[in-house]
């Protein structure tokens, strides 16, 4: 019977509604669906693989701070266009794109929270603006974070997850690594203790400065860190050689080879933190 039958019949057709398009999540790594709603309830990782998906920031951060805590600094530091960029389109039309979409006026959030009641300082990247990338704003606002742990003596904290140095500022971006690396001497000298998570992906200018430069360096699982990943090198080596960089720069093996100090899944890293930073406070509080 065909639908105008039906009609004259008085047979009323059954309209399917589809599922929304959210409502499941393909994981990049077992391939297998994940509802949502269980991502969300397991910290943003996969209860197949236990894969760890990137997360928005205010996610992360209410993994491991207190409830409520966080104090945003720095709002007013903005990335700007001062050598008026242009590749496919002009930087500074690509800032509005990524601001509107993800919110925020830089790719990274700083800002002052507790873990179980202990005060620190802490930085994150942002993936959903240009990449989290280092540009002039974000270095100038993770050293005014760091100033503020100094003046407040607080530790540090710097949750790194970026594609590198934003090539679109050149030398300015380039001139962050050292100006924060210089800042985080000054926090050392102060008797501060850093720690840096370095989440998927932490490559390039990023790790091969500040990232890896805590006095603890936690991985999350299987998170790519590294300077130059596949797609650079890819055309200029062979299948077997590509598999032993893909090898070389996961979590797993970046920690045998001594550059991270310890792999936490996102479910036990404020417990992680919050005992870390008893033994590092505690001991540099009696000199021992």
């Known amino acids: 019977m065909n639908w105008f039958e039906k009609l004259k019949s008085g047979i009323r057709t059954v309209v399917r509604r589809g599922m929304p398009d959210d409502l499941y999540v393909k994981c990049g790594r077992c ?17 197949h693989c236990e894969h760890h998906f990137r997360i928005h920031y205010k996610q992360f951060l209410d993994l491991v701070l207190d409830p409520g805590s966080y104090e945003e600094i720095a709002q007013n530091v903005k990335s700007t266009d001062p050598l008026e960029f242009k590749d496919l389109v002009k930087y500074s039309d690509r800032l509005k794109e990524h601001g509107k979409r993800s919110g925020m006026t830089a790719s990274v959030s700083v800002g002052v929270g507790k873990i179980e009641g202990r005060p620190l300082g802490i930085g994150i990247h942002e993936f959903g603006f240009v ?19 100094v003046n407040d003596r607080v530790p540090l904290v710097l949750v790194c997850r970026s594609g590198g140095a934003r090539m679109q500022e050149a030398a300015l971006s380039l001139m962050q690594m050292a100006k924060i690396n210089a800042r985080l001497t000054l926090l050392s000298d102060a008797g501060l203790p ?3 998570i370095l989440s ?6 990023v790790s091969a400065s500040y990232a890896l430069m805590g006095d603890i360096n936690i991985a999350e699982p299987n998170a790519l860190i590294g300077f130059t990943g596949e797609r650079i090198t890819g055309s200029s080596v062979g299948e077997e050689e590509l598999a032993a960089l893909r090898r070389a ?10 550059f991270v100090d310890l ?13 870390l930073f008893g ?4 001991t540099r509080m009696t000199g021992s």
């Open 31 to 47: 391939h297998q669906m994940v509802l949502r709603k269980h991502l969300e309830e397991n910290y943003g990782t996969c209860p």
């Open 131 to 149: 990449g989290a990338s280092l540009g002039s704003a974000e270095g100038e606002r993770i050293c005014r974070l760091i100033d503020r742990c």
């Open 194 to 196: 850093y720690i840096s």
């Open 200 to 205: 998927d992906p932490t490559t390039a200018g």
């Open 249 to 258: 720069q996961r979590a797993e093996q970046v920690l045998e080879n001594g």
């Open 263 to 275: 792999v936490v899944p996102r479910k036990n890293l404020r417990a992680t933190l919050d005992r």
């Open 279 to 282: 033994l590092l406070l505690d």
